[in-house]
């Protein structure tokens, strides 16, 4: 089975064509068999990340065919092109630079709860939200994490400096926003503080969007983004004008 497998190396993009060998005839491989059969047969210094291989940590999240999919759980058809996630930094081949979305959040969530009360169980809404494996596919196609990229913002995808978080927001770093809000310790005033954050993120770009894709199904759209809209519009409307 022949696939392409993009590579990036000083500054360039090279296609390799590679052959997969299936150990059977009815195999039906996962990307990331290809991946690491490639690295012992002919390209040993191929360079990606996997974890878990359980769908469980996201790090091997790769481009297949342009669009983000996790390398352990997507299965590889012939003549298809894996190459590293085009939302992120490009490091080495497959490997992007990651830190940049979570560093992000530091500072952007209120310090602590209010307490720390073990019999107060969250909602089920809020332990959905808790299966993200910050995957980072929900980047893709996203208008708000797009404004990173231009070159007139912040910084651009490729130019931020080691530390540096993402100046404006993306469906993760709203999913990590509206967790907080979900949080049944978080006190009324931190949750409108939250909100303030979500906004100042560039949350008012969703309004126009036709939703977001989260890689493990999470429904972002209606539990994230516009749970946080809405807020949003009640805070607004609370408000005393100026």
Known sequence: MKVEIVTYR???TTVVEY???RRSDDEKPMVLDVLLQAQVSGMP?????YGCRARNCGV???DINGRPRLACRARIREGDTISAMATLPVLSDLVVRRDSIARQMRGRLPAQVSGNDL????SAEY??????VECYACLHGC???????EPQGAGTAGTLE?????RWGNPFSLLKLQMRRLDPLVTEPEKEAVVAQAVELGLEVCIDCPGCKCGIGIDLKNKVVKALLDAAEQNSAQSPPD
Do not use: I
């Open 10 to 12: 000083n500054g360039e």
């Open 60 to 62: 091997c999240t790769v």
């Open 119 to 122: 019999n107060v169980e969250a």
């Open 143 to 149: 208008p708000m994490h797009a404004q990173n990229l």
């Open 162 to 166: 080691a530390g540096e978080g993402y």
């Open 19 to 21: 052959d997969y060998q």
């Open 45 to 49: 210094d191929l360079a990606f990340r």
């Open 127 to 132: 332990h959905t939200l808790t299966a993200c």
